[in-house]
């Protein structure tokens, strides 16, 4: 996404970094020779791509031999394996936002619709009236035919667009079998530093510590968490190497 690679390219500025490069492509089609890349990280970016399979091939493929892979994802883990549907809202300057969601546990996926109404006064008290309801009656239209059905059907004319996607999600467990399929080797589960952070942060946050002692400590975190194994279902980063 463009307003991505404006933000990586606006951090690198601001940071001073000057050994930066950001290209914008497709991760199913990475425009990199075979075996670029020392390492590669990819964060909640891989169930975002219409085959994250085929992602995670291009990953493997641009990988040195001998090369690491750090993935991290929108977890499925500890999710009810069955079915949920759920219904929010949202406004842009142009348009207001119907969001009908479903979720299935295993395997895990998520299909999302969206159907956009004009944002005029009476399409808005209709959105008023819908999140009341939301509020009172709760998300599931199966439960409550108000913010469903019957709410589409009555204000059916006001509808200026819609679209869809669906993410093909992972657990845990799931994610370390599809890298092992594809050819990784060593692949684990290990701590992320942001998740080492938190569980020390409260603990430490009014120490006293200088700026350089709390950058010291950050860089033995994140230095911790390479080694670091964690325990599956918890959402955790996956490791992988591509083998010599």
């Known amino acids: ?81 069955g079915f949920s549907e759920e219904v929010f809202i949202t406004e842009t300057a142009d348009s ?12 895990p996926w998520e299909r999302s619709y969206l159907v956009k109404f004009a944002n005029t006064p009476e399409m808005k008290e209709e959105f008023r009236k819908l999140a009341d309801y939301i509020q009172r009656l709760g998300a599931n239209p199966a439960q409550a035919r108000e913010i469903g059905q019957q709410f589409l059907e009555r204000n059916r004319t006001g509808i200026i667009g819609s679209s869809w996607f669906e993410l093909e999600h992972f657990t845990s467990q799931s994610l370390k079998e599809t890298l092992e399929e594809i050819g990784f080797v060593n692949v684990r589960i290990a701590y992320s530093a942001a998740t080492l952070a938190r569980a020390v942060w409260p603990r430490i946050q009014n120490s006293g510590l200088t700026e350089q002692q709390f950058q010291d400590l950050c860089q033995g975190l994140a230095d911790m968490a390479v080694d670091l194994d964690a325990p599956a279902g918890q959402g955790e980063p996956l490791v992988a190497t591509k083998p010599k």
Request: avoid cysteine.
């Open 1 to 81: 996404a463009q307003r991505r690679v404006t933000a990586a390219q606006a951090n690198a500025a601001r940071l001073n970094l000057s050994n930066v490069t950001v290209h914008q492509m497709d991760a199913m089609k990475l425009e990199f020779d075979d075996g670029s890349f020392d390492g590669v990280v990819a964060a909640n970016a891989v169930e975002q791509a219409p085959d994250p399979f085929q992602v995670l091939r291009e990953v493997f493929r641009v990988l040195r031999p001998g090369g690491s892979f750090r993935v991290y994802f929108e977890s499925y883990d500890g999710r009810n394996k």
């Open 96 to 107: 207001l936002g119907y969001h009908y969601l479903l979720r299935h546990g295993q395997p």
